[in-house]
């Protein structure tokens, strides 16, 4: 099997991560921080609005199960990609819409897309960038909504995207 990898910057990596989870031929998602320059970033320093990271999802699929322009249909679908630096109530450069390609034909792909959406629709604002660095997040954001359902975040926002990606997303799921 050959696997492929993307990062999706959303708004919140814990509603990114749940998300792709969910989807047939995703193979790992790992919560991060990518597109800044600072080494090393922690949760709280990219919080800073300093380093110039997004809170970001890494996804490896399987593209003989799940193609790469299914991954950002879903994407575009379960975030706001015409808002800058905001995703609802989280505000700021590390909540950004972007995509970090690992391949030219990802790059390609994520543009020709962009530009389909913009042809029907308000102007996506999404950035379009090569995956340079991914830094893991800290344990405790790891598979968050999966520890913590109850949690008032997850109820609020994370639920209502994944009931989206049930209800316009069913033949993905891996269910």
């Not at 991060?32 to 809170?55: D, I, L, M, R």
């Not at 950002?72 to 379960?78: K, Q, S």
Request: aromatic share 12%.
């Amino acid at each position: 099997m050959e696997t492929q990898m993307v990062v999706f910057g959303g708004g919140c990596f814990w509603c990114t991560e749940a998300v792709f989870k969910e989807l047939k031929g995703v193979i790992s998602v790992m919560s991060g921080y990518a597109g800044g320059e600072t080494p090393n970033p922690t949760y709280e320093s990219v919080c800073s609005g300093t380093t110039g990271h997004a809170e970001v999802s890494k996804i490896e699929f399987d593209p003989s199960v799940i193609s790469f322009y299914d991954l950002l249909t879903v994407f575009f679908a379960v975030h706001d990609p015409t808002t800058l630096n905001r995703q609802g109530a989280d505000v700021g450069t590390q909540y950004r819409s972007v995509v970090f390609y690992t391949t030219p034909e990802q790059q390609k792909e994520t543009e020709s897309y962009i530009d389909e959406l913009n042809q029907s629709g308000p102007k996506v604002i999404t950035q379009v960038a090569p995956l340079e660095k991914f830094f893991i997040a800290e344990e405790y954001h790891r598979n968050y909504f999966e520890n913590h359902p109850e949690q008032a975040y997850c109820q609020a926002v994370i639920n209502p995207k994944l009931e989206k990606l049930q209800e316009k997303f069913e033949d993905l799921l891996k269910r």
